[in-house]
């Protein structure tokens, strides 16, 4: 195969370019095309999934009353916490496929209205099996979000620019950390308004934004470039031409359908154990700060809002120098082994003021992987291919949602601390690290 100036051959990511001026122009993408399409769909999509991601985590600062107040132990609440995932994952590919079919205004903005309702039903919780029940509908309801903008995204930015894309879209996590951080507290402190707890106010104003922002996209968000009135032709005719050629060269390649794919499996199970650390120690985060210091659910609130602050910097500056050099997967893997160090440091060291900022760290980390990790798929899947092959990632991925939270609760309740499941948590981000090696070597070969 002949490789076109500055597209990324599907079976050699790490020689994806930079975003300068130069390779603008080799890929025909040009410096206001690329500058209109960010700026008109990033900060809309991020805005989505911030409010997705503190949808699903929002009960990690209500359970510091709701828990108390329904009597729900640690096991009870990590199996209500990780439910979520379940019918998530499982409704991960059909979700994609009628995004690819019906087109992403339509759907997205269906995904953010239902999500949106059931977030606000929670405030109605009394029971644990209400608590499970509400949990695995919002999973339900919220499946197809994240691999859904993973897609719409190729359908707008050429390889060489997807993993600073990913990683500007992406800083929505971190950054929704920081915003619900800050917000927690006051809601939290709204205990007796109206007759309602402070928690019940937690998933009430936290639901309605989604249900709003659900017209938004259906009214801003275009199906793809031939949609956007905002382009002019030429422009249109840019995207259009430079992803065509990508997928001409990509279907060179004769790559086997995703769910044949090893790469899309051994993707799905790096994501596996990363997002099991993730919301194994996010779910637990507030109650495990206030535990190590005896702060306030204010200060916890806003220390958590600055590691997400400081995370939105660690993405975007990981994203941006993985793109600048061309390099994908020790972007990923050396923060992988650092947040591995982190939490094994922070359980053993007994005191708060060295585990306090590590387990920090080890969530910043977390956030400095994204941009090259998510880059990487989407150079070997195109079109339908790249809707099955990121749903089902991101499906066998969510497994760890549901065991990280789970397992952490258990340990808990087990042990009387979280001593031991923060430790465990360095083995999952090893053997993250391995399997980006063996990844590593797959997509260097030719298929």
Same mark, same amino acid.
Do not use: K
């Given at each position: 195969m002949t490789d076109l100036p500055a597209v990324a051959p599907a079976s050699q990511p790490d020689t994806s370019p930079s975003l300068d001026a130069k390779t603008l122009t080799a890929t025909g993408i040009g410096k206001q095309t690329a500058r209109k399409i960010t700026w008109r769909l990033i900060p809309l999509l991020s805005v989505g999934y911030a409010i997705a991601y503190i949808d699903r985590i929002n009960i990690s600062f209500a359970a510091l009353q709701m828990n108390r107040d329904l009597r729900f132990s640690a096991t009870?609440?990590? &199996?209500?916490?990780?439910?979520?995932? /379940?019918?998530?994952?499982?409704?991960?590919?059909?979700?994609?496929? !009628?995004?690819?079919?019906?087109?992403? +205004?339509?759907? !997205?903005?269906?995904?953010?209205? #239902?999500?949106?309702? &059931?977030?606000?039903? !929670?405030?109605?919780?009394?029971?644990? %099996?209400?608590?499970?029940?509400? +949990?695995l509908l919002l999973g339900a309801a919220e499946a197809g979000f994240f691999p859904g903008v993973l897609y719409y995204l190729t359908l707008w930015f050429p390889a060489g620019m997807r993993a600073r894309a990913i990683s500007r879209f992406y800083v929505a996590l971190p950054l929704s950390t920081a915003i619900m951080g800050s917000v927690a507290g006051v809601l939290l402190g709204m205990q007796g308004r109206l007759g309602l707890a402070g928690w019940q106010w937690l998933f009430l104003v936290e639901g309605l934004p989604a249900i709003l922002l659900s017209g938004v996209f259906l009214r801003l968000l275009p199906d793809r470039p031939a949609d956007a009135a905002w382009l002019e032709p030429r422009e249109r005719s840019?995207?259009?031409?430079?992803?065509?050629? *990508?997928?001409? *060269?990509?279907?060179k390649l004769h790559s086997p359908s995703p769910l044949r794919d090893p790469r899309v499996w051994l993707f799905g199970l790096a994501n596996t154990v990363m997002l099991a650390v993730l919301y194994a120690f996010t779910f637990s985060a507030p109650i495990l700060f206030t535990g190590l210091t005896h702060w306030s659910v204010m200060a916890v609130g806003n220390f958590i809002s600055a590691m997400g602050l400081v995370g939105v910097v660690a993405m975007v500056a990981n994203g941006w120098h993985s793109d600048r050099n061309g390099e994908r997967f020790w972007h990923a893997a050396v923060p992988?082994?650092?947040?591995?160090?982190?939490?094994?440091?922070?359980?053993?060291?007994? +005191?708060?003021?060295?585990?306090?900022?590590?387990?920090?760290?080890?969530?910043?980390?977390?956030?400095?992987?994204?941009?090259?990790?998510? %880059?990487?798929?989407?150079t070997f899947l195109h079109g339908r291919n790249a809707a099955v092959g990121l749903a089902t990632i991101n499906m066998v991925g969510m497994v760890g949602g549901f065991v990280g939270?789970? &397992?952490?609760?258990?340990?808990?309740?087990? #042990?009387?601390?979280?001593?031991?499941?923060?430790?465990?948590?360095?083995?999952? !981000? /090893?053997?993250?690290?391995?399997? &980006?090696?063996?990844?590593?070597?797959?997509?260097?070969?030719r298929p």
């Open positions: 009870i609440y990590g &199996l209500g916490a990780g439910l979520f995932f /379940l019918s998530y994952s499982a409704c991960e590919i059909p979700s994609n496929l !009628m995004l690819h079919r019906i087109g992403a +205004r339509r759907w !997205m903005a269906r995904i953010l209205l #239902t999500w949106g309702v &059931l977030a606000m039903l !929670m405030a109605r919780v009394r029971t644990p %099996m209400e608590f499970y029940g509400l +949990r840019e995207i259009e031409a430079v992803l065509a050629r *990508e997928a001409i *060269e990509a279907g992988g082994f650092l947040q591995a160090v982190a939490f094994l440091v922070a359980a053993v060291a007994h +005191r708060a003021v060295i585990s306090v900022p590590l387990l920090a760290l080890a969530f910043v980390l977390f956030a400095a992987i994204q941009g090259p990790l998510l %880059m990487l798929p989407t939270p789970s &397992l952490m609760g258990i340990l808990r309740d087990w #042990t009387g601390s979280y001593e031991l499941g923060i430790a465990l948590l360095a083995l999952p !981000m /090893l053997a993250f690290c391995g399997i &980006l090696l063996v990844l590593r070597r797959l997509l260097g070969r």
